[in-house]
């Protein structure tokens, strides 16, 4: 079965520097991957997603995200943190089989926190 | 644009109450699911539906049942609740083409006590 890791349960940055967030995901074949966001009390809302072709991808508020097959993982970028990304960040894996009906594996979650 | 819509937001229950919580979407999709969130544990599949009439477990299905009659509409119902039932829960819905993405609610918060 797949499974996905995010490895930092907690991240503080200070507003204006980078930010990379850790995912490793396991699985046979090529999956695919996303990021979500939750802001408090909210539902998730998708940042981008990779199925194939470029490894790069880009996505909505300032992020990207490179997938690297070698290392099995999918970590997010974003080169200048504002206060309002602070947020809980949800790394996920889709797969598929016969159907294609599985819902996504979703990793635990990094808590976001921005310093001023 | 409603995209998926989940009723109600918040709810307490007592121990062994019976309640449902609704999910309805507008935005056609075949594939709807059910997945509760517990602090510190990201999200865990209940159940999940590929389209009107047609349910199946996921990885955490008991003390739940759910039904789609329609395309728009996934109910999660608990019998007998259990303050392990405690947790947010979050339907979404996603495309019949896999290069698609989940949608989700906002979320329920149940609370048994």
């Known amino acids: 079965a797949q499974s996905v890791t995010q490895p930092d349960i907690h991240i503080t940055v200070s507003e204006g520097a980078s930010l990379e967030l850790r995912c490793n995901y396991s699985y046979g074949a090529t999956p695919y991957l996303f990021w979500y966001v939750q802001s408090p009390g909210q539902g998730l809302q998708l940042l981008l997603k990779?199925?194939?072709?470029?490894?790069l991808v880009q996505g909505i508020k300032g992020f990207e995200a490179e997938f690297k097959r070698s290392q099995s993982s999918f970590n997010l970028r974003k080169p200048s943190v504002h206060w309002s990304d602070a947020a809980e960040y949800f790394c996920a894996v889709g797969v598929s089989s016969g159907g294609g009906a599985d819902g996504l594996t979703f990793g635990k979650g990094t808590h976001l926190i921005i310093q001023p | 644009n409603a995209g998926v819509t989940q009723t109600p937001k918040f709810r307490i229950l007592k121990i062994g109450q019976s309640m449902t919580l609704q999910c309805t979407q507008d935005m056609n999709h075949n594939y709807m699911y059910w997945y509760r969130q517990d602090p510190g544990m990201g999200l865990k599949l209940i159940y999940y539906s590929v389209g009107a009439g047609i349910t199946d477990k996921g990885e955490v299905p008991n003390g739940y049942n759910v039904s789609r009659s329609t395309t728009e509409d996934f109910p999660l119902r608990l019998e007998l609740a259990a303050p392990s039932q405690t947790s947010v829960y979050f339907c979404?819905?996603?495309?019949?083409?896999?290069?698609?993405?989940?949608?989700f609610g906002q979320g329920t918060r149940l609370t048994v006590v």
């Open positions: 979404a819905s996603r495309g019949r083409a896999m290069n698609t993405e989940a949608f």
């Open positions: 990779y199925f194939s072709g470029d490894t």
